[in-house]
């Protein structure tokens, strides 16, 4: 009888990086805790994963990262003085990021981009497939693409990433990939990988955006991976020879996502994801909303 593939319960984050386009305010919180809404960013994420089946999270994180373990923690006095003062609705706020999922912590020592952070999530993660969520990507929660990429993985094996059209003029800031077509509308099959291309140079305008979910031969590529762009050890780098050769953990394929994304990394997406967020909530919206029409009239 086939043994069926493992099931993906694991889900690492990387969350090691300086933040650098939002200082000041990064010069002493993480930015993965600057607030979307009145959530953190990380939280919105967290979220994510849980939702697609994956309880146990990895959080790669750095120097002065310790915030975004405390937000995951219990805080037992500021608890006690919601219980005393019969704030239930701030109560469960409170607690709802404390039993979300099963965290664990590990630190990137070297600031050594982005392969070299997935490769430290490696003795947690073990020879089980893994996903991968960037902090700096939203997905919002009506679109399905992690469970999408879960399910084309346990489908298909090998590994499945994330692809977003943009304009040729961006694609010079993301991966990009070499895809054939699939019998599937949303899937394609990765051929190429090239990091960060001149428009001229990309083999289309598919963009790698932040979902990943990786065999665990990725690990074994990433030892070996040589710094590349920028002098980091980048995971497109690896996918590109996991692409290129199948005996390395299968094939790799490739979602299509046409869904609603916030970059939260850029600082005007991040206004941009507020506003949009702000405006959907119940209880903010309509308020907001009519405030929002009344100010742009005014401006324009």
Request: glycine residues 8%; aromatic residues 4%.
């Amino acid at each position: 009888m086939t043994q069926s593939p493992p099931r993906i319960t694991k889900a690492v984050i990387p969350a090691a990086g300086l933040g650098t386009r939002f200082l000041p305010a990064t010069k002493a919180t993480p930015k993965e805790m600057l607030p979307v809404v009145d959530k953190p960013a990380i939280q919105y994420v967290v979220e994510e994963a849980v939702a697609a089946g994956l309880s146990d999270i990895l959080m790669v994180t750095g120097r002065n990262k310790r915030p975004l373990e405390d937000h995951f923690d219990r805080n037992y006095e500021l608890e006690s003085a919601l219980t005393r003062k019969g704030d239930a609705d701030r109560l469960a706020k409170v607690q709802e990021s404390s039993d979300l999922a099963t965290m664990h912590y590990v630190r990137q020592g070297d600031p050594r981009g982005l392969g070299h952070a997935v490769l430290c999530a490696a003795p947690h993660v073990g020879s089980q497939p893994f996903a991968v969520l960037l902090g700096d990507d939203l997905i919002d929660a009506r679109d399905q693409l992690l469970s999408r990429m879960v399910e084309i993985q346990e489908h298909e094996g090998g590994s499945v990433i994330a692809l977003m059209e943009v304009d040729p003029e961006q694609i010079h800031l993301y991966g990009c990939a070499a895809v054939e077509t699939t019998a599937e509308s949303d899937v394609v099959r990765v051929t190429g990988l090239v990091e960060k291309p001149e428009a001229a140079e990309a083999p289309s305008n598919l963009a790698v955006i932040g979902r990943y979910v990786l065999d665990p031969a990725v690990f074994d590529v990433l030892r070996t991976t040589q710094p590349g762009r920028g002098g980091e050890i980048q995971l497109t780098d690896a996918l590109q020879q996991m692409a290129a050769d199948e005996s390395i953990g299968g094939p790799v394929h490739g979602v299509v996502f046409k869904g609603r994304r916030y970059d939260t990394g850029d600082r005007g997406d991040y206004l941009r994801a507020i506003v949009r967020l702000a405006c959907e909530r119940e209880d903010l919206g309509p308020d907001f909303k009519a405030w929002l029409r009344r100010y742009v009239t005014e401006e324009m």
